[in-house]
């Protein structure tokens, strides 16, 4: 079974400084590896998605996350925190392979809070 | 671009009572999942759909609950005998269903409260 450990539950950044959310994964497979973001009252977005093009992934809204395979990381950043990313971050991995069942496992999440 | 809606929003039920939900998926979105997320935790999967066919149950969906998709489109989910532990946001995703890669997306959830 595969399985995703947020080692943070809340992260606290002060506004304009990085922003750094941390996630491992234990993978059976070559895993696909996403994080969704959920503001309060709204539903789960997507931020970005590792399916085993390159490691380095680009998502929106400035935030981009590494897939290191010798440290089973996926770690998401930002270079500078806005006051509108304050939110609940969720690291996923897929769970693969099966018969195309994309069964999602989230992690149990972090809150990102934006000191002004 | 319509997005995967979720009726009702806000469900309160008195324990025993039966409720249902309803999620209408992206138009032409293949594959239909149902989560469920407690309060400070992750979503937790219950099942999947592929068109009308439901593939996988998860082990949390025990007998009490069932869901439909019956022409392939919007499901259902219902909970019968509702209990406490029932209390929780139920989430919905959809996805084109083009691979092991593609993307779920998600509804705003319907938040049910057992009391």
């Known amino acids: 079974a595969q399985s995703v450990t947020q080692l943070d539950s809340h992260v606290s950044v002060s506004e304009g400084t990085p922003v750094l959310l941390r996630c491992n994964y234990s993978?059976?497979?070559?895993?696909?590896l996403f994080w969704y973001v959920q503001h309060p009252n709204k539903g789960l977005q997507l931020l970005l998605k590792?399916?085993?093009?390159?490691?380095l992934v680009k998502g929106i809204n400035g935030f981009e996350a590494e897939f290191k395979k010798s440290e089973t990381s996926f770690h998401l950043t930002k270079p500078s925190a806005h006051m509108s990313d304050a939110a609940e971050y969720f690291c996923?991995?897929?769970?693969?392979?099966?018969?195309?069942?994309?069964?999602?496992?989230f992690g149990t999440g972090t809150r990102l809070t934006i000191i002004p | 671009d319509t997005g995967v809606s979720q009726d009702p929003r806000h469900k309160i039920t008195k324990r025993g009572q039966n409720v249902t939900f309803r999620c209408d998926p992206i138009?032409?979105?293949?594959?239909l999942y149902w989560y469920r997320q407690t309060l400070g935790q992750g979503p937790e999967f219950l099942t999947y759909?592929?068109?009308?066919?439901?593939?996988?149950k998860s082990r949390l969906l025990s007998d009490r609950f069932s869901a439909e998709r019956p022409k392939g489109s919007f499901s259902t989910l219902e909970i019968q005998r509702t209990e406490q532990g029932d209390s929780a946001m139920y989430l919905c995703?959809?996805?084109?269903?083009?691979?092991?890669?593609?993307?779920?997306?998600f509804g705003p959830g319907t938040r049910l409260t057992v009391l």
């Open positions: 995703a959809s996805s084109l269903g083009q691979g092991f890669t593609d993307t779920q997306y």
């Open positions: 993978s059976s497979y070559s895993p696909s």
């Open positions: 590792y399916t085993s093009a390159a490691t």
């Open positions: 996923v991995v897929s769970d693969l392979p099966s018969f195309g069942n994309e069964k999602l496992t």
């Open positions: 138009s032409e979105h293949n594959r």
């Open positions: 759909f592929q068109n009308e066919a439901q593939l996988e």
